[in-house]
Nanobody, 115 residues
Framework: QVQLVESGGGLVQPGGSLRLSCVAS????????MGWYRQVTGKERELVAR???????DYADSVKGRFTISRNIAKRTVYLQMNSVNFEDTAVYYC?????????WGPGTQVTVSS
């Protein structure tokens, strides 16, 4: 089993920056792809960014050039650096880890972009 806990969410102004962190415990060293997803009430959860153990990354078109995902395997942590945020980035952000055929999710952290 794997446990994931996100942190770093909060209120940020348009154009501002925020860094989210996700710490993994349990069988964290066995995790394969890790990623960040977000969900707005009433909408489906969507991929924001993901990263492989080797450091290959993939981003949603809406965040390319603004968000950066990174991973510190030794610290069992994945980060999401969010720059130049806009109102459409407001959502609950979830961390996801893949272990074999199983997906593990954190409880989420709220990000609100407001002036």
């Amino acid at each position: 089993q794997v446990q994931l806990v996100e942190s770093g969410g909060g209120l940020v102004q348009p154009g501002g920056s925020l860094r989210l962190s996700c710490v993994a415990s349990g069988r964290a060293n066995a995790l394969n792809v890790m990623g960040w997803y977000r969900q707005v009430t009433g909408k489906e959860r969507e991929l924001v960014a993901r990263i492989t153990p080797g450091g290959m990354t993939d981003y949603a078109d809406s965040v390319k050039g603004r968000f950066t995902i990174s991973r510190n395997i030794a610290k069992r942590t994945v980060y999401l650096q969010m720059n130049s945020v806009n109102f459409e980035d407001t959502a609950v952000y979830y961390c996801k880890g893949v272990l074999g055929t199983a997906d593990f999710w954190g409880p989420g952290t709220q990000v609100t972009v407001s002036s």
